[in-house]
């Protein structure tokens, strides 16, 4: 069964500061992973995903992920934060099911930003 | 330009009563799934369908009915709430390997 670990529950970081956000996966094929984003009483906004290819993928709001087959990998980063990217961040493997994509979502990252 | 629409936004039920969760999307996607996301636990998945009339379960589905007689409409239903099943639940469309979309989800409370 898919898996998604992401080891930091909160992590605060100074505006200007880069970001990275851990996310491990345990997935028996190539997986689809996918990293969104949730403001508070919001729903959930994709910010990027990986299906196959270049490893480095670029999304929304100026985040990329770099996926690591052998570090079972997909860390999320931005090199310089916002204030407005304060926001729980939520990575998820997909397994093709039928027509679509059954996710699995790791238990998330509460990111703040410290003016 | 609706994507995926949940109603109600929110509900306040006593233990026992049962209500149904509403789920629309105007995209033509086969696939729909039913999410409910707790504090500390991400979200988790409900029930999903990959297609008018087929239903299966997901990590937690105990508590929690689905049919899909359209390609447009999701419902999930609970036949006698409990307070465990206090929550926020999402509602999500996709197709193929692409990314699902998500509604803007139903805050739920069961006392």
């Known amino acids: 069964a898919q898996s998604v670990t992401q080891p930091d529950i909160h992590i605060t970081v100074s505006e200007g500061a880069s970001l990275e956000l851990r996310c491990n996966y345990s997935?028996?094929?190539?997986?689809?992973l996918f990293w969104y984003v949730q403001s508070p009483g919001q729903g959930l906004q994709l910010l990027l995903k990986?299906?196959?290819?270049?490893?480095l993928v670029q999304g929304i709001k100026g985040f990329e992920a770099e996926f690591k087959r052998s570090q079972s990998s997909f860390n999320l980063r931005k090199p310089s934060v916002h204030w407005s990217d304060a926001a729980e961040y939520f990575c998820?493997?997909?397994?093709?099911?039928?027509?679509?994509?059954?996710?699995?979502f790791g238990t998330g990252t509460q990111l703040k930003v410290e003016l | 330009n609706a994507g995926v629409t949940q109603t109600p936004k929110f509900q306040v039920l006593k233990t026992g009563q049962s209500m149904t969760l509403q789920c629309a999307q105007d995209?033509?996607?086969?696939?729909m799934s039913w999410y409910r996301q707790d504090p500390g636990m991400g979200l988790r998945l409900i029930h999903y369908s990959v297609g008018a009339g087929i239903t299966d379960q997901g990590e937690v589905p105990n508590g929690y009915n689905v049919s899909r007689s359209t390609t447009e409409d999701f419902p999930l239903r609970l036949l006698s709430a409990a307070p465990s099943q206090t929550s926020v639940y999402f509602c999500a469309a996709g197709t193929g390997n692409q990314p699902q979309h998500f509604g803007d989800g139903t805050r739920l409370s069961i006392l």
């Open positions: 990986y299906f196959s290819g270049d490893t």
């Open positions: 995209m033509n996607h086969e696939y």
């Open positions: 998820a493997v997909g397994a093709l099911t039928g027509g679509g994509n059954k996710l699995t």
């Open positions: 997935y028996g094929a190539t997986p689809y």
